[in-house]
């Protein structure tokens, strides 16, 4: 989990200075990131504390505010209809996009009306609906819930699931993606 979301946040124009600075200050290079060797123990240890540093990971801060120690993580395939409802994660810019629901489905149609919240263009998520129609594939959506019988919350990846359901047809029929199960991650 820890390298997806870190593989993830390093291409996006918003996320990437921040990661690249701690990078930078460590001596450390981008490569630890962006081709991750999640069998060295070293390696791991070091993106958890860039992921701590960044986002609050371990530290109960800023996305990961509340998150319970003890997450099991999955890798798992996702059908479209299992993704159409699965929630964004509680935060203000996502509520109101979605129209108050959390959806990407509600998010998708909204974007299409041209509705575009908090002053922020919507560009982003036609680029990246545009890629997937190219042939794009993404990273895999992180998502997490109390167990696997709770409804799941996005974590991670909120823009692409968007861009899946602005360009439905060319959804993949099963998405990998990683779940983690935690008591009281169905709250966030």
């Known amino acids: 989990m820890v390298a997806i979301f870190l593989k993830t946040e390093i291409a996006s124009t918003r996320f990437s200075s921040a990661i690249l600075a701690i990078l930078a200050r460590d001596g450390q290079d981008s490569y630890i990131i962006d081709h991750p060797d999640i069998t060295n123990a070293e390696e791991n240890a070091y993106r958890r504390r860039v992921l701590g540093e960044h986002r609050g990971y371990r530290r109960n801060a800023d996305v990961f505010a509340g998150f319970p120690e003890d997450i ?3 890798r798992a395939l996702a059908a479209p209809a299992d993704l159409a409802q699965v929630r964004y994660i509680e935060y203000d810019y996502w509520t109101e996009l979605s129209g108050g629901s959390r959806l990407a489905v509600d998010a998708a149609a909204r974007i299409r009306q041209g509705i575009n919240v908090f002053g922020v263009d919507n560009g982003g998520f036609w680029s990246m609906a545009d890629a997937l129609r190219a042939g794009a ?32 047809d060319f959804m993949p029929a099963e998405l990998p993606v990683i779940v983690g199960y935690g008591e009281g991650l169905d709250k966030m």
């Open 137 to 168: 594939s993404f990273p895999e959506l992180i998502l997490i819930g109390a167990d696997e019988h709770s409804a799941l919350v996005l974590l991670e990846g909120h823009m692409r699931l968007t861009a899946y359901f602005l360009q439905p």
């Open 72 to 74: 099991r993580w999955y």
